[in-house]
Nanobody, 121 residues
Framework: QVQLVESGGGLVQPGGSLRLSCAASGFTFSTYAMSWYRQAPGKERELVAAITSTGGSTNYADPVKGRFTISRDNAENTVYLQMSSLKPEDTAVYYC??????????????WGQGTQVTVSS
């Protein structure tokens, strides 16, 4: 079965750092693009960072550029989000996402359960 197991969330002070991990199983991880999304209470879920299946390309939302780094280890079926210089506005539930587009309309999308990140002093 498909499973995305997230870890690393918690409480951190402004300016601090945190690393989120997402361990994947039940699908061919190396063929899926991986992303991190976040959602604050009462707000729309937004893309934070994305990485291609090989790790050859990354994209970041403007608010996190220069502060967050997405990476993946296909040998370990794990994607990471290294978060630095954290701000209170980064507080949200962070979700791991796996996406496969095989062409001709074939698409698969999986989500993790979410992990809470709270940035507060």
């Amino acid at each position: 079965q498909v499973q995305l197991v997230e870890s690393g969330g918690g409480l951190v002070q402004p300016g601090g750092s945190l690393r989120l991990s997402c361990a994947a199983s039940g699908f061919t991880f190396s063929t899926y693009a991986m992303s991190w999304y976040r959602q604050a209470p009462g707000k729309e879920r937004e893309l934070v960072a994305a990485i291609t299946s090989t790790g050859g390309s990354t994209n970041y939302a403007d608010p996190v550029k220069g502060r967050f780094t997405i990476s993946r280890d296909n040998a370990e079926n794990t994607v990471y989000l290294q978060m630095s210089s954290l701000k209170p506005e980064d507080t949200a539930v962070y979700y791991c996402n796996a996406e496969f587009s095989g062409g001709w309309g074939y698409h698969r999308l999986y989500w993790g359960q979410g992990t809470q990140v709270t940035v507060s002093s």
